[in-house]
């Protein structure tokens, strides 16, 4: 008779069947291995989470729950306390301390690494550790948090890593066997409730997959007939009505449809609740506008009741005074509604609201950011995509299939839903094809972001000595990525290298006049490229430059396309980096245009009066404005006039008179050799490519450290010597966790922060953790005399920190951003949220409430560690005061 196991007494506990992987995982957690769970959105990996717990109570020893972001940790923390009770479960998010005693105990991943550097006596009794959306460590801003605290927790602790599915998962694994023992690694691919994918095209809902036709090869979907007739039908009159003689035809408009007509329509096929993807949050608040502006509601009046409820709860503790400049009545009335909008920039009671509500029931409609996707508990029937690109930082770049899977991973609620549904909303430029690609791929590598840092390197240095930490760096999951990478390149360059010998000796080895011929023309079609290349990019800055330019209401010239002639600008685009703003042509099209119809700068060739409100989307306001624009007597420049370049590049001159004066240049087989060149000119570029990725790959984690290493020394941070300590100095950096780490480890060191008021204080340090969205226009310079001089000893010492990174080769620290300091100066000061936001938003660029609570409560965060490291007692003193004066009012809510 089998012995009862604690997976019995566990499983006991729940109200549902254990799926065969989770029964897997949590068996191997019971034998004493570690685990690796990959598994889809909404499966279920939370279960061995929870069963880590189980196992650590039952022990009389400890389990730490971590996660990404605060959200998920404060989900977590309701859910634990609801089943094992609030004395048993703790809360550590950074600015929130609630029973750290307890035996578990729910926290960022942050706290954790720095408890283990801290060597904190939290740890003692520690047995198991979840990590939650592990797969956050490929994070390029806080992702080598995770591996951090991966390599130092004690050998004796089990690790729960719970992942979303990614198809490296056993090269991951095999790392993870390396550095913690044993460890199971488990996959399931099954999504428990099955996915539909669709594509809306006008009110059309088409299926994305031909449900009869059989797969070829067992696994290839074939895109639905009738979705691809219809969008070619649609393209194709399209063109047709382009090609109508002006004044006649019927223009065909392809948008998709105003986002109420969406939801109407969703909720006729009973798809609702539903999420909307949009990559903006000002995208998201216009359609929460857009909605509210309809006559569509979502909610019966019990509905509306219950909603009104729980948003007094939420909200019964901001002051009253600020509700207006909160947005929150037109807010509220959304919600009462069905609607909502989640995003980033809302204020955390805000956004807590949505969550409760959707999980309820009662929100019906949430337009939403990306970062809804990360892990949040807030699944719904079906996902919309509006567009399938979104802004990365630096442009505008096609989603992966990682990420389409991620966001439409929040269709489908286990237990209510029988089935999930995508749905891609259609225009000009979206293929099926391509999105049934997005759709069908199952490969998501996961990829190393872990590099060390100062705070790091100084962490390693104190607790493990020079050696001990190089070792340790190399067994990071990067260096471990980054050697298996290795193995290939290297096999790869022996394989080139070798055709590389056969293709020289074909050219008369080096030493022979024609190979010395294909190397000049190597270098000048080299040469040529670069330029090429440099004209395009000039030509697309000066492009968006002069989009930048245009206000409303002036008349400009498309010169190029089936949309060329005059136009008219309605609407100009808040992105500076692809402005798309919104015209109307003499042919009443009205639509968006880009840097790609302007191969020249546009220009205003004239003003044209508009009306107030242009709805650019009816017939007869088309029709009317393009008779207005015809009517301007303004004419569009008869020829386009290209830059054609100026004089020739006195480089690509030298090179041609080379060539031709080369005795091989009249050689009868001089093309047959050339062709020979060519191919070795090529896979010598890729061989030498190749041989740049082995040289920055081997070893590059413990070379950058060497570098950090230098350079702390110089500074004094590091004593020099046989085994190299941290100084007093660089304990106190060990002990700054910020991105500027090192800067304001300076500036307190240097007394740059000395003598300030709480309320400067908190004005000057804003400016190492603020970043502006956008560029702002005028810097703000602060408003007292005692804040512009430490901003300015700052800067100053940025700059220098910066010249020693540049002599190092190391990243450089982001510049010192002034941009909040007013706001937060005003704030400390006891003004009013009003005077705040109006501060925020004096360089041209708004601030929205819950940003201004996320930059306050990163400016607490510094402000708590500088209290704790300053070597100038009036610098801490002033540090917690600072702390206490901004937590007030919204942002005191927020914190709770």
């Known amino acids: 008779m089998r012995s009862r196991t604690q997976l019995d007494a566990f499983s006991e506990q729940l109200s549902f069947p254990l799926d065969p992987f989770q029964i897997e995982a949590c068996a191997a957690l019971e034998a004493g291995h570690g685990v690796l769970v990959c598994a889809p959105t909404g499966a279920g990996k939370t279960v061995v989470g929870e069963f880590a717990v189980h196992l650590a109570l039952d022990a009389g020893r400890k389990c730490f729950y971590t996660t ?31 029973n ?47 591996e951090e605290v991966i390599l130092h927790l004690p050998g004796d602790v089990r690790l729960v890593s719970l992942s979303a599915t990614v198809s490296n998962a056993e090269e991951f694994g095999a790392w993870m066997e390396t550095v913690r023992g044993d460890t199971t690694i488990v996959v399931d691919e099954t999504r428990p409730i099955p996915l539909w994918q669709h594509i809306m095209v006008g009110r059309r809902l088409f299926d994305l997959f031909d449900a009869k036709a059989t797969p070829t090869g067992g696994r290839e979907m074939v895109v639905d007939p009738d979705l691809v007739r219809h969008v070619k039908q649609r393209l194709a009159l399209d063109r047709m009505n382009s090609w109508e003689p002006r004044g006649r ?116 409609a949430v337009f939403a950011t990306e970062t809804l996707a990360l892990g949040i508990n807030m699944p719904a029937r079906s996902v919309v995509l509006e567009r399938l690109v979104k802004y990365n930082g630096d442009t505008h770049a096609e989603l992966t299939p990682g990420e389409y899977t991620q966001l439409t991973g929040r269709a489908g609620r286990r237990g209510i839903d029988v089935e999930g549904h995508a749905v891609v909303l259609w225009q000009p430029g979206v293929e099926p094809t391509d999105v049934a690609g997005l759709a069908s791929t199952r490969t998501f590598p996961l990829r190393s972001s872990f590099r060390p840092g100062y705070n790091m ?109 005059l136009a008219v600008v309605l609407e100009t685009d808040l992105d500076r980096g692809d402005p798309r703003p919104l015209v109307l042509t003499e042919e009443k099209w009205a639509g968006r245009v880009s840097a790609a119809d302007f191969p020249v700068p546009a220009r205003s060739l004239g003003r044209m ?9 009816t017939a007869r306001v088309r029709r009317d404005l393009a008779s207005a624009l015809r009517s301007t007597g303004i004419t569009p420049p008869r020829r386009l006039k290209r830059d054609k370049g100026g004089r020739e590049d006195p480089e690509v001159v030298e090179l041609r008179k080379a060539l031709r004066a080369h005795p091989c240049h009249s050689q009868p087989d001089r093309e047959q050799l050339s062709r020979i060149g060519e191919r070795y000119n090529r896979l010598a570029r890729e061989t030498e490519s190749m041989r740049q990725k082995v040289a920055a790959t081997t070893n590059s984690l413990a070379r950058t450290f060497d570098r950090i290493v230098a350079l702390l020394t110089e500074r004094g941070f590091i004593a020099t010597g046989e085994n190299p300590k941290a100084t007093e100095d660089g304990q106190r950096l ?88 007013t706001a937060v100066y005003q704030w400390a000061s006891e003004e009013s949220l009003v005077d705040a936001l109006l501060a925020a938003g004096s360089g041209g660029k708004e601030l929205s409430a819950g940003d201004f609570v996320r930059w306050c409560r990163q400016v607490i965060d510094l402000l708590d560690q500088v209290h704790s490291t300053s070597s100038d007692p009036s610098v801490a003193k002033a540090a917690a005061r600072a702390v206490g004066a901004i937590r007030r009012g919204v942002v005191a809510v927020a914190a709770t």
């Open 68 to 98: 990404p972001i605060k959200a998920l940790s404060n989900q977590k923390f309701a859910e634990l306390s609801e089943r094992h009770g609030k004395d048993a479960v703790g809360l550590l998010t950074g600015d929130t301390s609630i």
């Open 100 to 146: 750290s005693d307890a035996p578990i105990v729910v926290m960022t991943t942050e706290v954790l690494r720095n408890m283990i550097y801290a060597e904190s006596p939290t740890l003692r009794g520690l047995s198991h550790v979840v990590m939650d959306e592990v797969h956050f460590l490929a994070d390029r801003f806080r992702g080598a948090v995770w």
């Open 249 to 364: 035809g019927r223009s065909s408009d392809h948008r998709p449809l105003p986002r109420p007509e969406v939801i109407a329509r969703l909720d006729e096929e009973g798809l609702l609740p539903a999420i909307t993807f949009i990559f903006s949050r000002a995208g998201c608040e216009a359609a929460l506008a857009q909605c509210v502006r309809s006559r569509l509601r979502l909610t019966t009046p019990e509905q509306t009741a219950q909603i009104r409820e729980i948003v007094d709860r939420h909200t019964r503790d901001l002051p009253r005074a600020d509700l207006e400049v909160l947005g929150y009545w037109g807010w509220r009335e959304a919600l009462e509604r069905g609607f909502a909008a989640h995003h980033a920039g809302m204020l955390p009671a805000f956004r807590e609201t949505v969550e409760e509500l959707f999980v309820n029931g009662l929100v019906r």
């Open 457 to 565: 390197s100084i962490n390693l240095i104190d607790r493990m000595g020079s050696a001990e930490s190089r070792a340790l760096l190399e067994r990071s999951f990067a260096q471990f990525q980054a050697d298996r990478s290795v193995v290939g390149l290297t096999r790869g360059i022996e394989r080139n290298e070798a055709a590389l010998a056969e293709l020289r000796d074909r050219l008369g080895g080096v030493d022979g006049e024609y190979f010395e011929y294909v190397h000049i023309r190597e270098r000048l079609r080299s040469r040529e490229r670069q330029l090429e290349r440099q004209k395009r990019t000039d030509r697309r800055g000066a492009a968006v430059e002069s989009l930048n330019s245009l206000r409303r209401g002036d008349v400009i010239a498309i010169p190029v396309g089936k949309r060329s002639g």
């Open 609 to 617: 009066r508009l009306p107030r409100h242009v709805d650019h989307r």
């Open 734 to 821: 060990g002990r700054i966790y910020c991105e500027s780490d090192l800067l304001v480890a300076e500036c307190l060191r240097r007394g740059v922060w000395s003598g300030l008021s709480p309320a400067e204080l908190a004005a000057v340090v804003s400016s190492v953790v603020y970043e502006s969205r956008q560029d702002a226009d005028a810097p703000d310079r602060g408003p007292t005399v005692p804040i512009r001089r430490a901003l300015a000893d700052t800067a100053r010492v940025w700059g220098e920190l910066r010249s020693d990174e540049i002599r190092h080769k190391l990243p450089l620290t982001r510049e010192p951003d002034p941009g909040f300091v």
